[in-house]
Structure formats: structure tokens, C-alpha cells
T-cell receptor
Framework: AQSVTQLDSQVPVFEEAPVELRCNYSSSVSVYLFWYVQYPNQGLQLLLKYLSGSTLVESINGFEAEFNKSQTSFHLRKPSVHISDTAEYFCAVSASGTYKYIFGTGTRLKVLA | DGGITQSPKYLFRKEGQNVTLSCEQNLNHDAMYWYRQDPGQGLRLIYYSQIVNDFQKGDIAEGYSVSREKKESFPLTVTSAQKNPTAFYLC?????????????FGDGTRLSIL
């Protein structure tokens, strides 16, 4: 069975500072990894995904995540955050050959002026 | 623009009442999903459907029912058997059933008990 852990429920950070949102997973088979963002009272939007190939993946709005197989992690980073990045971020894992996504419990990023 | 439409945005249920949440997509996706979101618990899968006239239970299907009579539509009924229905409900779709496919989400329906 797969599982995903987002240890930080809330992360406050000042505007223009760097941020890292942590995601660790466990799986006995190969996995696909995703980060989604959710703004208040909205659905989830795909931010980036790792399926195969390069372990560093980037989004169009400056976020990046690196797949680290040995540490079973897929941390999300941004070098300089904006107020508009305030949202909840969900890491999700799925196992090759299954239908199911497992979502983490989410990390609420609050960017302070 | 293609997307997923959920309605209503807010819904109130009386004790003993069944309520139905609507989910419509115009993305031409085969697979559709219903999730329940509670604070601090992430998303939990209620039902999913791979194709028209076929659907399967997810992790927390008790007290819920679905139908998939059309490719575009996947309504969720919250029955009176669901004793704790207050939550945010999200509908999603993907091109096909398969976990390498990203899921597209609607904007959710917030259900509360009167």
C-alpha cells in the first residue's frame, strides 16, 4: 500500500523569502507524484507532476519539486514567494498499475507582507 | 473553456433527507471521481467511474450512491444513512483511469446539516 506524509500543516513565510513544503511517501512499487494547489472554496489545481525522466520538475509560476527516490521525498520549493501563493498545497502519490491517488493532509502556506 | 462544473456551491440537508450533488464535465474524459474533504484529513475517495454505466466504491462509500448514465455526468447522492455528511465534496475527472493521468477538479460543493 502507498502512503504520503506532509509533516507541516501550516507554513508561514514572509513575502520574497524562499519556502519548502515537505512531502514524503512510501511505496513498494514505482510511483507517480503530484503537487496540487487549492485556493479557498475552490477545487484543486495541478501544480506539477513527476512521472519519469528528470527528477526535477518545474511549474509555470516558479515552483519546483525534486523526486528523491532514496529519501522517498518530493519536496516543493519556491525561491521567492508572493502574497498570491497563499493557499493550501497537497502532495499526492499513485502507484504504477493502480487506479488510486493517495493525497496528503495538506500544507497551508501563508505568505506574510 | 473545458472544465468541471459542480452545483450547487452550498447545500443544506435536513435530518433524514437525501441530497444530490451535481457534477458535469465537458473535457471528454472517461474517468470521474468523487472525493470528500474534511479539515486536516486531505481528500478521501468516495466513488469512481471508469466508463459510462460502470462505477466502483472507493474508501468511504457507505452512505453514498452514484450513477453514470452519461459520459459527462456523475451525480453523487448523500443518503440519510451517511450520519456525518458535513464536508466539502469535490468531483474530478481524468482522460482515463490510470494514475499517471492528472486529475481535473471542480470547485466543490459544501454540504452542511440544518
Amino acid at each position: 500500500a502507498q502512503s504520503v506524509t506532509q509533516l507541516d500543516s501550516q507554513v508561514p513565510v514572509f513575502e520574497e523569502a524562499p519556502v519548502e513544503l515537505r512531502c514524503n511517501y512510501s511505496s513498494s512499487v514505482s510511483v507517480y507524484l503530484f503537487w496540487y494547489v487549492q485556493y479557498p472554496n475552490q477545487g484543486l489545481q495541478l501544480l506539477l507532476k513527476y512521472l519519469s525522466g528528470s527528477t526535477l520538475v518545474e511549474s509555470i509560476n516558479g515552483f519546483e519539486a525534486e523526486f528523491n527516490k532514496s529519501q522517498t521525498s518530493f519536496h516543493l520549493r519556491k525561491p521567492s514567494v508572493h502574497i498570491s501563493d497563499t493557499a493550501e498545497y497537497f502532495c499526492a502519490v499513485s502507484a504504477s498499475g493502480t487506479y488510486k491517488y493517495i493525497f496528503g493532509t495538506g500544507t497551508r502556506l501563508k505568505v506574510l507582507a | 473553456d473545458g472544465g468541471i462544473t459542480q452545483s450547487p456551491k452550498y447545500l443544506f440537508r435536513k435530518e433524514g433527507q437525501n441530497v444530490t450533488l451535481s457534477c458535469e464535465q465537458n473535457l471528454n474524459h472517461d474517468a470521474m471521481y468523487w472525493y470528500r474533504q474534511d479539515p486536516g484529513q486531505g481528500l478521501r475517495l468516495i466513488y469512481y467511474s471508469q466508463i459510462v454505466n460502470d462505477f466502483q466504491k472507493g474508501d468511504i462509500a457507505e452512505g453514498y450512491s452514484v450513477s453514470r448514465e452519461k459520459k459527462e455526468s456523475f451525480p453523487l447522492t448523500v443518503t440519510s444513512a451517511q450520519k456525518n455528511p458535513t464536508a466539502f465534496y469535490l468531483c474530478a475527472s481524468s482522460i482515463m483511469l490510470g494514475t499517471e493521468q492528472p486529475q481535473h477538479f471542480g470547485d466543490g460543493t459544501r454540504l452542511s446539516i440544518l
